[in-house]
Structure formats: C-alpha cells, structure tokens
C-alpha cells in the first residue's frame, strides 16, 4: 500500500486530465510503484502485480484496504484519515506473492471530538443523511466536469484542460497535525 501526501498548497497533484495516470500525483504513485515491484523483485525475488485504481477494472478499495494496513481510519467525511496528513494522501496498491506481518489497528478518533467542517463544507449535503451519500456528491463531481478550465500541465507544462474536482470535504477537515 502506498499513501502520497496531496498537500492543499499543491493542488495540481489532483487536477484530472486525459495525461497518463490521469492526475499528476496519481502518475508519481505509478511510477514509485513501478521502481518498488521492481526493487522488491531484484533484491527479494517477491512477484507483485499492480492493482488499477478503478475498482471495475480489478482494483480493490484503497480506503479499506489503507485501514487494513495500519495507515489511518476511515473519517466522518468518507476519507482515509491518517494520523500524520489527515485525509490529503492518495493511495495505490499491489498484490505481493509473500506473507507479510499484518499491521495492528491504529488508537486514532479525530472525528469523535470534532465539530464536523467537512459536513457543513459539502455544497451538495452529502453527509446530510447522517453518512455519505455518494448520489449527493457525483452531483458536485458532474458540476466539476462540466467546468474544465485550461491549465498548465504539471508534468510536461503544455497547455491541457483540466477538471479539479471539489475537495471541500477533504480540505475542510483539521485531522492533520
Ligand atoms: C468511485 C470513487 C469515487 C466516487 C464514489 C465515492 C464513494 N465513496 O463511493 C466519487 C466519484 C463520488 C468519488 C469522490 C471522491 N473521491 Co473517490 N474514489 C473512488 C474509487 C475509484 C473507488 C471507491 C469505491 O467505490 N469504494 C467502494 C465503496 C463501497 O466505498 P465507500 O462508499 O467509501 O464505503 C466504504 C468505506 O466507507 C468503508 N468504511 C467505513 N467505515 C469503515 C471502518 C473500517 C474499520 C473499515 C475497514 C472500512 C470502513 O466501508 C465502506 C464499504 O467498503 C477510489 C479508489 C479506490 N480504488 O478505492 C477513489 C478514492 C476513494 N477517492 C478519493 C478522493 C480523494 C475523492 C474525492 C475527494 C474527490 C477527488 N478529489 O478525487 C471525493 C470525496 C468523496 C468522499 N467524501 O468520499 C481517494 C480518497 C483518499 C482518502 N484520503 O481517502 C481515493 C482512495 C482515490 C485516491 N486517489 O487515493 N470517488
């Protein structure tokens, strides 16, 4: 498992095109996943098999998967909350053909004492059925779409449309240290 800080000083990491890796931050996550396979492959002989981000295609789901891990919990805004970055990481995962230790479950509730800015951010009241309603936010997300602006890419710095889908209800929340 993999987590890749999004900090919100740098939000062209998560700016959607049709560029390889489809975001900036998703393509560093493919390529150090790449560099790791192959490390894990030359120095221990492990077999590993990337995983694709859509779950259709044969992902698996990432938040779920990073909690199982030890990386953080799963917050009142739907996002993987971990104890160092809050919810601004990313994830990518791999399949390893080897055992591995499993992690202990993480003694973290920022939600528990927190005054919620992530449900009161949501411009679409996501969270207003007491969880999240994913009906709720692709509203927002098909908003997002509609409205590509055109920007310099970060990887190769042309002239791209991008879609910069809403994080309010990541960006709101104070988890991160
Ligand atoms: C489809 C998708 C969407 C859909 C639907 C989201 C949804 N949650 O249903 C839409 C397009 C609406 C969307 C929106 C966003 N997404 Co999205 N999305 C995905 C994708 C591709 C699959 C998610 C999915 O369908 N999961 C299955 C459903 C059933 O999960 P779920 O509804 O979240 O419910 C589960 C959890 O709540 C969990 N759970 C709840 N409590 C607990 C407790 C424990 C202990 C455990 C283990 C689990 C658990 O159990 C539920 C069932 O599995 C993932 C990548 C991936 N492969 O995982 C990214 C992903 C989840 N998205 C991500 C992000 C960042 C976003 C957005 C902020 C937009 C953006 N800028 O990209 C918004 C935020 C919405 C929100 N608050 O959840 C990140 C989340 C990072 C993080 N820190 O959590 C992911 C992991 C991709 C990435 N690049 O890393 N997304």
Redesign the pocket.
């Known amino acids: 498992m993999l987590a890749l800080v999004h900090e919100a000083s740098d939000p062209k990491l ?1 700016w959607w095109s049709d560029q390889k890796g489809g975001t900036p931050g ?1 393509l560093r996550l493919i390529n150090t996943l790449e560099n790791l396979r192959q490390w894990l492959n030359e120095k221990y002989d492990v077999k590993t098999r990337a995983l694709s ?3 259709e295609r044969g ?6 998967a990073a ?2 891990a030890g990386l953080g ?2 917050g009142r ?4 909350i971990t104890p160092e970055f809050g ?1 601004h ?3 990518k995962a791999m399949c390893l053909d080897t055992v591995l230790d499993s992690a202990e479950p993480l003694d973290f509730n920022p939600c528990g004492t927190c005054e919620m800015p992530c449900v009161k951010a949501c411009a679409q009241e996501a969270f207003a059925p007491g969880s ?1 309603t ?1 009906e709720s ?2 509203i927002q ?1 098909s908003k997002d779409e509609a409205s590509k602006t055109k920007s310099q890419s970060a990887i190769d710095g042309s002239l791209i449309e991008v879609v910069k ?1 809403c ?1 309010a ?2 960006l709101s929340c104070t988890a991160a240290k």
């Open positions: 998560d998703n981000y859509h779950i992902g698996i789901p990432l938040k779920d909690v199982l919990i799963i805004n739907n996002l993987l919810p990481v990313r994830l999240f994913r936010c692709r997300m889908y994080r209800c990541e």
